[in-house]
């Protein structure tokens, strides 16, 4: 359900309102499902028809022209040569529904979708080395504690930013159209399930927010990111009483701006 789509029948076309060759071997199935539905659910069904050998579950899909519309599908996990050889993907079979589908969203689901459209997680790698070094520091008593919670909010701040713009780049410019072959663990993994690892957070593609809250969100964070360091500067001014670190600072803040911004 995350895969490339491999076959496509014409009754399945004209349901969805796509011509085959816009989509076979393009685009993924995740295309005809609102994005929050993909996030919360999709693996279960997965792992139910590997488990069982036949998953039919009732949902709402999205036709090409963006409207809604309830099914019915029945996902069986396709194999290369039968059930003792490796597993190749997934067969759907969609039957329309006269009405839409009731499918609840967690509030849970709502919280990864955040984390999806930002790649909070990814935030760990530049934090990380700054508790390090915060923690030592302590050591010696030189730590200011508040400058040091600010600043590490500051750099989240300024990495989710980073990672908003290279989406939004990323789209505007056709890279994730391009770009095919974007890895998800999917199911195979305890840790790392249904994490992207390759490909941007694909969260426009998915449909969990546009081109333009894109942006706005990352201007946000651009903003959150500045006033923190506006905030440092000062009180490491008021402590210090010397504009060095806050030169120094301003460089480094400014240096990683430019080089989100165009990473």
């Not at 499918?103 to 700054?130: C, E, H, N, Y």
Request: charged share 15%.
């Amino acid at each position: 359900m995350e895969g490339i789509i491999l076959k496509m029948n014409k009754g399945a076309a004209d349901m969805f309102g796509y011509n085959p060759n816009e989509l076979i071997g393009n685009k993924r199935v995740s295309l005809f499902s609102p994005g929050e539905i993909v996030l919360q659910n999709v693996l279960g069904w997965l792992e139910k028809a590997d488990k069982d050998g036949e998953n039919t579950i009732k949902t709402n899909f999205k036709r090409k022209d963006g409207s809604i519309f309830g099914a019915e599908i029945t996902i069986t996990p396709n194999f290369a040569n039968g059930k003792d050889k490796p597993q190749t993907g997934y067969c759907g079979i969609t039957k329309e529904l006269n009405d839409k589908v009731d499918v609840p969203i967690k509030f849970t689901t709502k919280i990864i979708k955040g984390i999806a459209i930002t790649r909070g997680g990814f935030t760990l790698a530049s934090i990380l080395p700054m508790v390090i070094v915060a923690y030592i520091l302590s050591f010696y008593e030189m730590l200011n504690i508040l400058n040091a919670f600010i600043s590490i909010f500051g750099v989240i701040c300024l990495h989710i930013f980073s990672n908003l713009y290279n989406d939004y780049f990323d789209v505007s410019y056709g890279s994730d159209d391009e770009n095919k072959e974007y890895f998800n663990v999917g199911t195979k993994s305890l840790f790392l399930r249904g994490a992207q690892i390759s490909g941007g957070s694909r969260a426009i593609e998915l449909g969990l927010t546009t081109l333009k809250k894109t942006s706005s969100l990352g201007n946000i964070m651009l903003f959150l990111s500045l006033l923190c360091l506006l905030f440092v500067n000062i009180n490491s001014y008021i402590i210090t009483g010397t504009l060095f670190n806050v030169s120094m600072m301003s460089i480094i803040a400014m240096v990683a701006v430019f080089l989100g911004f165009f990473y």
